[in-house]
């Protein structure tokens, strides 16, 4: 059986290349191109697409006597994720557009790519696993063993065909083990960091990179309360998420937050903590996973953002791409954009972008 493997250059999916070779496959490495340093303005140096981590992903290929490739999707990823991004960013909203790289480039596009090279599977570096349910006839997608690296939320967006064709040998273990295995086999990259933030916004600073890429200014505006009185001036409404309390620079009697962002208006508007909690959100754009419906109501665990905790709630579908998500108790800060994420134990039910 051949296996593409997509290989970042980082030591996750070194290890993935290294286990599914020492289990007998066929494998061809490849590494994503999805940017450039004038579509991004700044640096690439130290980022997944720069060109020290496609020489380490080289480096490691060679050592392992396999062929590596790498693929340009500089337009396609702008196209499908950095413009999403900026525009749901100036809608007022917090995307998380890793969800839509994985949706959109490692498990469409690359799987296009698997079918051209003539392989059987996709094979990444993420912390997570799939099993086949026999009784369900439905290929699952399940937490990693290791919680603490768990990246099944960012994962939610897989559908039964994608399941069928990726494996992702490193969910049944933990970092340690894989850096351990990583310097077995020699590989440069073998303490090589994490990547932390969003890979086309390297220093972090996601308004300036938006300023950049539309070459524009955001103008400031009026924070206001919620029956309209103005508090302040803000320095432009994209600077500011749902929760936000440093960096507002708003003398009051009591701490102030941001409970709501309205382009429209060019307006904050900020409130009192508990302002923040609620019970209840609408999610789009459904993928569901473990079931192909959700005929009635139905316990879960959600988790409605990266590293948010999980929590009790009963979920309802209203239609082929809506589902409605009920709180057990009240939850703070749900933001639009975001994705909530559903759980029958460790077991991804699905999930849906927040509206």
Excluded: W
């Amino acid at each position: 059986m051949r296996a593409l493997i997509a290989m970042s250059g980082g030591v996750d999916s070194s290890v993935a290349a290294g286990i599914m070779k020492e289990k007998g496959y066929d494998c061809i490495g490849c590494t994503m191109r999805l940017y450039a340093n004038d579509m991004i303005g700044a640096d690439l140096t130290d980022t997944c697409c720069s060109l020290e981590s496609i020489e380490d992903a080289k480096s490691v290929t060679y050592s392992m006597d396999i062929p590596h490739y790498v693929i340009h999707y500089e337009q396609l990823f702008e196209k499908e994720v950095i413009e999403p991004f900026v525009k749901e960013y100036e809608a007022g909203k917090t995307p998380n557009p890793c969800i839509e790289c994985n949706r959109c480039m490692k498990f469409y596009h690359l799987l296009d790519k698997m079918k051209e090279l003539d392989c059987d599977i996709v094979v990444t570096g993420h912390y997570a696993q799939t099993e086949y349910d026999e009784t369900k006839k439905r290929y699952l997608l399940k937490k990693a063993v290791d919680e603490s690296k768990d990246q099944s939320y960012v994962l939610y967006t897989l559908t039964q065909y994608q399941l069928e064709h990726i494996r992702f040998p490193l969910g049944g273990m933990d970092k340690s083990t894989t850096r351990t295995i990583a310097h077995e086999h020699g590989f440069k990259n073998a303490e090589k960091h994490d990547s932390q933030d969003i890979c086309f916004v390297p220093d972090g600073d996601y308004v300036s990179f938006m300023e950049r890429y539309r070459n524009k200014k955001y103008p400031p505006g009026d924070f206001i309360d919620k029956d309209g009185n103005v508090l302040g001036r803000h320095k432009g409404y994209v600077h500011y998420t749902i929760g936000q309390r440093r960096g507002l620079g708003i003398a009051a009697k009591h701490p102030l937050y941001v409970v709501d962002i309205r382009p429209e208006s060019n307006t904050v508007v900020l409130g009192k903590n508990e302002d923040l909690f609620e019970s209840e959100l609408i999610a789009n754009r459904i993928n569901l996973i473990s079931v192909p419906e959700i005929k009635e109501p139905m316990r879960v665990k959600a988790k409605i953002r990266y590293r948010h905790k999980e929590t009790d709630a009963t979920v309802t579908q209203i239609d082929d791409d809506t589902i409605k998500v009920v709180f057990d108790e009240p939850q703070r800060a749900i933001t639009k954009g975001q994705a909530v994420v559903l759980y029958d134990g460790d077991v991804v039910v699905g999930g849906g972008t927040i509206i």
